[in-house]
C-alpha cells in the first residue's frame, strides 16, 4: 500500500502563488501512476494534472499555462506548482497515486489526505 501526505496549501490572494508537495511513505518507482485532483466545495472531485505513460502531462483546461506537476523521484515527492491563482482554484487539492498505471483514464485507489488552497482577497 501507499501512504500520501499532501502540504503545501494555504490562503494566497488572486494573481499569487503556491506549491503543493505530496510526499509517499514508500518509492513510487515511476511518476507514470501519480496525479493531482482537487474538489471545492460543493462540487466533484475533479482531475487537475496528472503523468501519463506517454510522456506528455495532462491537465485540465482550466489550468493549462498556469500550473505545473512535477517529481522527484529520489524524494518520492510529487509537487503541483500553482501561478496565477484565480478564486476559481479555491479547493481541496489530493494527491493520487495508481501504481501499476491500471486505472487510467479514472484515479488510482490510493489518495492523500488533501490540502486546503484558498484564493481570496
Known amino acids: 500500500q501507499v501512504q500520501l501526505v499532501e502540504s503545501g496549501g494555504g490562503l494566497v490572494q488572486p494573481g499569487g502563488s503556491l506549491r503543493l508537495s505530496c510526499a509517499a511513505s514508500r518509492s513510487i518507482r515511476s511518476y507514470k501512476g501519480m496525479g493531482w485532483y482537487r474538489q471545492a466545495p460543493g462540487g466533484q472531485r475533479e482531475l487537475v494534472a496528472r503523468?501519463?505513460?506517454?510522456?506528455?502531462?495532462i491537465y485540465t483546461d482550466a489550468v493549462k499555462g498556469r500550473f505545473t506537476i512535477s517529481s522527484d523521484i529520489a524524494k518520492n515527492t510529487v509537487y503541483l506548482q500553482m501561478n496565477s491563482l484565480k478564486p476559481e482554484d479555491t479547493a481541496v487539492y489530493y494527491c493520487?497515486?495508481?501504481?501499476?498505471?491500471?486505472?487510467?483514464?479514472?484515479?488510482?485507489?490510493?489518495w492523500g489526505q488533501g490540502t486546503q488552497v484558498t484564493v481570496s482577497s
Open positions: 503523468f501519463t505513460s506517454g510522456g506528455r502531462d
Open positions: 493520487n497515486a495508481d501504481p501499476t498505471f491500471t486505472y487510467w483514464p479514472n484515479p488510482g485507489v490510493y
